[in-house]
């Protein structure tokens, strides 16, 4: 059985071909990785990201759910798959996300279930988690300027001055 360290050094070129957006050869030793190792948590985690840069969404959805079913405090996992509904299925994203609101100082998925709720046309939900998420996000963050936009388009208070790091 391979260490912990071995595992993560043979892993080392896939993710550098992730980096670089060769897509074909990470997804092909994905594959192969977890043809040995079927429950390795960093590299289902890989193999969905991957799925999802090449538009193989179904795909991605069903690693995101895999791994998930393995490793249910995945964060990121249950982030990505609730962003995967997000768009077609705003009431599905709403239940991945939800253990996700039980963390304080979450600020992602308040903001992304605040947008779902606006999808579904309910504007009340939306936005205690807007203000969450206007607590939290930190002033610099790309998303920042579409939730204050958000926030005052909803009538939420305007103030972006409640950051807390």
Do not use: C
Not at 106 to 131: D, K, Y
Not at 151 to 158: E, F, I, K, P
């Amino acid at each position: 059985m391979m260490s912990a360290n071995s595992l993560a050094h043979s892993l080392q070129p896939l993710i550098e071909a992730l980096k670089q957006r060769h897509f074909d050869r990470a997804i092909l030793g994905l594959k192969q990785f977890l043809s040995s190792h079927p429950d390795h948590e960093l590299a289902l985690g890989m193999l969905a990201s991957a799925y999802v840069e090449i538009g193989m969404r179904e795909a991605a959805q069903e690693r995101y759910e895999r791994l998930l079913e393995k490793y249910p405090g995945n964060t990121l996992a249950r982030f990505q798959l609730g962003l995967l509904h997000l768009d077609t299925q705003p009431a599905q994203a709403l239940s991945v996300w939800e253990p996700l609101l039980a963390v304080e100082q979450e600020f992602m998925a308040h903001f992304h279930s605040a947008l779902a709720n606006v999808q579904l046309g309910n504007l009340p939900a939306a936005r205690p988690l807007l203000e969450h998420a206007a607590r939290y996000m930190p002033p610099d963050h790309p998303l920042r300027d579409q939730l204050v936009q958000l926030r005052a388009r909803l009538g939420a208070s305007t103030s972006s001055n409640g950051y807390r790091p």
